[in-house]
């Protein structure tokens, strides 16, 4: 039996179609205006948008070695609630996923537990400790799709450069989290409004952006495919804007907290507001909305970053960094770039789909006849508050808590198969 989405909103070109759409086995095998019912599964979502499943280059699962904050089953449920039927995890777990054995123990976990697909990222250097490159062959013929030393940068120019040679032979992207310890070490907000405030060391914006430079001279030289992760700051989106212009590789991420806040909107010592890097200057978040508008940063990914919430009331020097973001991703979107008018719908979609897909040469993020059928339904009318409480993530740190936000996703198809469905008489409730 295949199911048949009923006069649904398909976006296409900035527009929407009013389409049914026909799903049988993985595969979407029809879309036309009206579908005979032969037997299948018929759901009517009249009213709603549809869109391409979206894609996450970026969360933290936690497992292996973090289950108290986060597991492949709670994550990648937390993932179809939030609409993304693909999720990158990144290896700064323990084991940090630096060997084959380690990336087919996830793989495996995500296959029996997990609700959407799992894409493991492997580590650069072993155990992400900067000093030795992993074998990355052996990662890939695992199954990584990229490396990254997520959660630290590598100090050593040599280091990384090794890293990109390797990497570029293999034809893997170079995924960077991009932070200078000898300018960021003992920081815990941005230095500036705040930090002067509240008598806080904070982390200036050079130590991402002197390695952004640096990684993209190394990039040049090496032809290896490098991608910012979080980008921050002004300075690292000139520099990442300037090396696309001269026709380097490079591409860029940005997250939604990012883009939405800035240093002067933390209203006090509340550790759901830290994370790395952190929430920058009011100039910052203007850059990053410029960057993503022309084109500058590729992509939107969540950063999807659990902790309990007894490490988070340590306070802002002590607490972990980073806050959940799968959940809240595209109602923050919608309500606050879209509704307002600062970007198309389209363009806000394309960055969690269609753009993710080519920068990483992956085979989603398209609504077509023969397709996989990775699917997303989104409600933009219906505005509810964001409620930690009611998330499918172990974790609940998040800044957003009581927005009133619109377009929440109340259907995620992963590969042909319901795996968040959203019961509009209770409330958004998950219906099995």
Known sequence: MGIILRNGQLLKN?????????????NIVRMD???????????DISGKLIVPGFIDMHVHLREPGFEAKETIATGTASAARGGFTTVACMPNTRPVIDTPE??????????????????PIGAITV?????????????????????????????????MKDGMIAAKKLGLPVVAHCEDDSLAEGGCVHEGVFSQKHGLRGIPSEAESIHVGRDILLAEATGAHYHVCHISTAESVRLVRE???RGARVTAEVCPHHLLLCDEDIPGLDANYKMNPPLRSRRDQEA???????GSIDIIVTDHAPHTEEEKQRGME??????????????????????????????????????????????????EEGAVADITVIDLETEKEVNPQSFASKGKNTPFTG???????????????????AAEENDGEEMQ
Do not use: C
Not at 105 to 117: F, H, N, Q, Y
Not at 129 to 137: A, N, P, S, Y
Not at 323 to 332: K, R, S
């Open 288 to 294: 990053l909305l410029e960057g993503l508008k022309d």
């Open 403 to 421: 927005w009133a936000l619109k377009g929440w996703p109340v259907l995620t198809v992963s590969e042909g198969r319901i795996v968040w469905q």
């Open 127 to 159: 155990r992400e400790l900067g000093t030795e490159l992993t074998d990355m062959k052996a990662l890939k013929d695992a199954g990584v799709i990229a490396l990254s030393d997520d959660g630290v940068g590598i100090q050593t120019s040599s280091m």
């Open 243 to 245: 090396a696309k212009q």
């Open 33 to 43: 205006e009206s579908i005979g019912n032969d037997g299948h599964q018929e759901i």
């Open 14 to 26: 900035g527009e929407t179609f009013i389409k049914d759409i026909l799903i049988e086995g993985n």
């Open 102 to 119: 380690t990336v087919q123990r996830i793989t495996k976990k995500a296959r029996e537990e997990g609700s959407v697909r799992v894409l």
């Open 318 to 367: 002590l607490a972990p960094f980073g806050i959940v973001g799968l959940e809240t991703a595209f109602p923050l979107l919608y309500t606050k770039l879209v509704a307002s008018g600062l970007f198309s719908l389209q363009e806000i979609v394309d960055r969690m789909t269609t753009v993710p897909a080519k920068v990483f040469g992956l085979p989603w993020g398209s609504i």
